[in-house]
């Protein structure tokens, strides 16, 4: 119980590497006590089932302590596990063809650029309804990016961190994510 006390006033950073050094599962407790709701509600956000977001869930923790050694403290543990949950959601979708948001999933990558200013307005302009119905229909990683920058609030330069691209290749992927959700939202 002595290393639970003392990993609850860890930094998470520290908490990772003392956990990496040792493999205390006391520790990782610790950890999995800190994420274990934002993780489920990511994860809930993708599967749409109670159930199985709380399978989807476990298995990030499993990879997760399997995979700490590799979190490198480039960015903030959050911003990392936010990329590993989406990461191993998306994965999870693009596996089970007969998931629903699967079907509709939708190839963004021939929409032509349309000024960002534009869509900037119209995008805070749409129904909580309306709008959810239309992220079902974009695809996972255009799902992932919206939420990244709109839900999470994550700035460019985390959501480069998070996805391992280029800030330009970021701003890119949101503008195209963007266009697609209007049109969908428009066509509802």
Not at 156 to 167: A, F
Request: charged share 30%; glycine share 2%; hydrophobic share 35%.
């Amino acid at each position: 119980m002595k290393s639970t006390n003392i990993s609850t006033s860890l930094s998470d950073e520290d908490l990772v590497r003392a956990i990496v050094k040792t493999n205390d599962t006391l520790w990782f407790e610790v950890l999995y006590d800190r994420y274990a709701t934002l993780v489920y509600n990511k994860c809930l956000s993708f599967s749409k089932d109670e159930d199985e977001a709380k399978d989807l869930t476990q298995d990030v923790f499993l990879k997760l302590f399997v995979k700490l050694s590799s979190f490198k403290g480039t960015s903030k543990f959050s911003t990392w596990l936010y990329a590993f949950t989406y990461n191993h959601c998306v994965n999870y979708v693009t596996r089970n063809t007969a998931k629903k948001i699967e079907k509709q999933s939708v190839d963004h990558y021939d929409i032509e650029s349309i000024t960002d200013d534009h869509y900037d307005e119209d995008f805070s302009q749409m129904k909580v309804d309306k709008l959810k119905d239309a992220l079902n229909l974009i695809s996972p990683d255009e799902k992932m990016i919206l939420l990244l920058k709109y839900q999470d609030f994550l700035t460019i330069k985390e959501i480069e961190s998070v996805l391992g691209i280029g800030e330009s290749a970021v701003k890119m992927r949101i503008k195209r994510a963007k266009e697609k959700l209007l049109t969908e939202y428009n066509n509802l």
